[in-house]
């Protein structure tokens, strides 16, 4: 007998026939002997719903409010999944945050979870109960309630997984699985079977569109085994697991491309020390975060320093840049958001070699230009012309995933 925390996303809850369907996926792992936990997801679209109306009468809500606007989504979803449950015989009870309780920080609208109080919840199972949890929300210690962001549900789930030291977190969700690449890019995209915490973390934004990837860093941190499926198809799905369970460590898990970057550059910077640690500086104490920092080789005493951050934070950072630019005596600063960051990941990177020239490779033979390369110990990065994009993650993923010939794990070999 195994305790299981089945997470339901929107889409899963979206009407009440989906809630019966997600039902009977409780029900069945309930019939098999075990102990379910479920943790849900407003319905589809609720959300953003009352986000929009909030939206009409504050254009900037009050966060505290919003906060208590947007935990009704869940709480409506967890009574109406309790229901469906308790007509088809089975013992069910819905909980908000604050009843758990799960304890949050103050920070409204993305507040972070602090402490779970698992008594209530074990108590129920005890009794046999199914406790229906809502996702998404929690309290502070003073009694507020709060929200964790959005796409925050999955992070309830893993949290309330690892308090109750669940064998596995469930993710049902409306795609199957994590997949080498983007299936819309890349036809010949496959569902990954296992996948390390650190190799998600790596392609967050691939599997950022899967799952919040707080989520993944809780699961990480506290060894959490994370299923993520279909609720739609009764198929196994991906698994996020710990490094150790991975027998297959491939150079290359998969492919991903980010065009949510802009690339800076802060042209004929006079060659001295301090200079970079001024830029940069300034810019962290602005809390943006700096990636794929490129400075050129130094002529007549000058050098050209690029960097890039995300779009999100393009505009403060332009207008800091721009400033110490001036101070330092810098030409200009150009900013180019035409650019694209294509990854590769894989944990078999750690001890193969030949992988980042056989990506600089491939890009070459496309005749895609690299503005800069940002590279971990499982990942290198490539920031590209935004319009090559889908060309380079198809090549990569062709040439990496598809191709079968190529091995480069290898001490040696
Ligand atoms: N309902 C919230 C949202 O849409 C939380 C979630 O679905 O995970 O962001
Ligand atoms: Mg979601």
Known sequence: MAL??????????????????????????????????????????????????AKQIQ????????????????????????????????????????????ITDDVHTKARIKEIH???????????????????????????????GRGGSD????ALAAALKADVCEIYTDVDGIYTADPRIVPNARKIKKIAYE????????GAKVMQIRSVEFGSKYGVRIHVRSSFKDEEGSWIVPEEEIMEKVAVRGVTSSDK?????????????????????????????????????SVDGYTDMSFTVSETDAPHAKEIVEKIAK???AEKVLMDPNVAKISIVGLGMRSAYGVAGKMFEILAKHNINIKAISTSEIRISCLIDRKYTELAVRALHEAFIEDESINFVGNGT
């Open 327 to 329: 101070d330092i005596g």
């Open 261 to 297: 970057e802009v690339q800076f550059t802060v042209v004929k910077v006079p060659d001295q020390p301090g200079i970079a640690a001024k830029i940069f500086k300034a810019l962290g104490d602005a809390h943006i975060a700096v990636d794929m920092i490129v400075q050129t080789v």
């Open 118 to 148: 698992t008594k209530k919840i074990k108590e129920l199972l005890a009794k046999g109960y199914i406790p229906i949890v809502a996702g998404f929300q929690g309290v502070t210690k003073d009694g507020e309630i709060t929200t964790l």
């Open 59 to 102: 254009p900037v809500p009050n966060p505290r409010e919003l906060d208590m606007l947007l935990a009704t989504g869940e709480q409506q979803a967890i009574a109406l999944f309790a229901m469906t449950l308790q007509k088809t015989g089975y013992k069910a009870v819905s909980l908000c945050g604050w009843q758990v309780p799960i």
């Open 4 to 53: 299981i925390v089945q997470k339901f996303g929107g889409t899963s809850v979206g009407s009440l026939e989906r809630i019966e369907n997600a039902a009977k996926k409780v029900a069945k792992a309930k019939e098999a002997g075990h102990d379910v936990v479920v943790v849900s997801s407003a319905m589809a679209g609720t959300t953003d719903r009352l986000i929009n109306m």
């Open 155 to 158: 992070t309830s789930a893993v």
């Open 199 to 206: 190799e998600m973390l790596e392609l967050a934004s691939l």
